[in-house]
């Protein structure tokens, strides 16, 4: 079966810092892979995916994310974090070809003035 | 344009009555979900249509029952609702490989 972990319930960063939230998935062929954030008191929102082609993906709001296959990993990473960034982020898989999707535990992302 | 509207927003009840959730999705998609989020932000799938047609059924007690009267619409029935059922309850849409669009949610407690 399909899992997802993400590494660290909570990271604290300082603003204009490197923000590197971190996201493990175990499953015997790469699935599809999603990051989603959650502002308080709404829904997630989808801030990029890798489905195939290009490993570095790009997402919204200056997020990126890399697929290493050897690591089995998708770890979500921005330049310089700003206030704004203050939310939770779920790492998500889902096989390929299937519907459903599993997310992880969540990472909540704190930054200090 | 709103792409996924849950109905209400906020939902307080008592134990053992029954209610319902609405939600709509405007972006075309062929599948949509619920989700169950509860107080430690834990995601959890509950069930899933494809074309109206119910493909993901996880282990969730049988007092709860969707229904997808057609692909832009899945709505949520709760019977005999229990405290343990207090959580955010999330609709979400996707098509193909893309990712899901997720409604705003609908907390619900149950006193």
């Known amino acids: 079966a399909q899992s997802v972990t993400q590494l660290g319930s909570h990271v604290s960063v300082s603003e204009g810092a490197l923000v590197l939230l971190r996201c493990n998935y175990s499953?015997?062929?790469?699935?599809?892979l999603f990051w989603y954030v959650q502002y308080p008191n709404q829904g997630l929102q989808l801030l990029l995916k890798y489905t195939t082609g290009a490993t570095l993906v790009k997402g919204i709001n200056g997020f990126e994310a890399e697929f290493k296959k050897s690591e089995t990993s998708f770890h979500l990473t921005k330049p310089s974090a700003h206030m704004s960034d203050a939310a939770e982020y779920f790492c998500?898989?889902?096989?390929?070809?299937?519907?459903?999707?599993?997310f992880g535990a969540g990472t909540r992302l704190f930054v200090k003035a | 344009d709103t792409a996924v509207s849950q109905t209400p927003k906020y939902l307080v009840t008592q134990m053992g009555n029954d209610k319902s959730i609405k939600c709509e999705q405007n972006?075309?998609?062929?599948?949509m979900y619920w989700y169950k989020q509860d107080s430690k932000k834990f995601l959890k799938i509950m069930f899933s249509y494809n074309n109206k047609e119910l493909i993901i059924n996880e282990t969730v007690p049988n007092r709860f029952s969707p229904k997808s009267p057609d692909k832009a619409h899945l709505n949520l029935h709760i019977n005999s609702l229990e405290l343990g059922d207090s959580a955010v309850y999330f609709c979400?849409?996707?098509?193909?490989?893309?990712?899901?669009?997720f409604g705003p949610g609908t907390r619900l407690t149950v006193t």
């Open positions: 499953s015997s062929v790469p699935p599809y």
């Open positions: 998500a898989v889902r096989p390929l070809g299937g519907f459903k999707t599993i």
């Open positions: 979400a849409s996707s098509q193909d490989t893309g990712g899901q669009y």
């Open positions: 972006l075309g998609h062929d599948t």
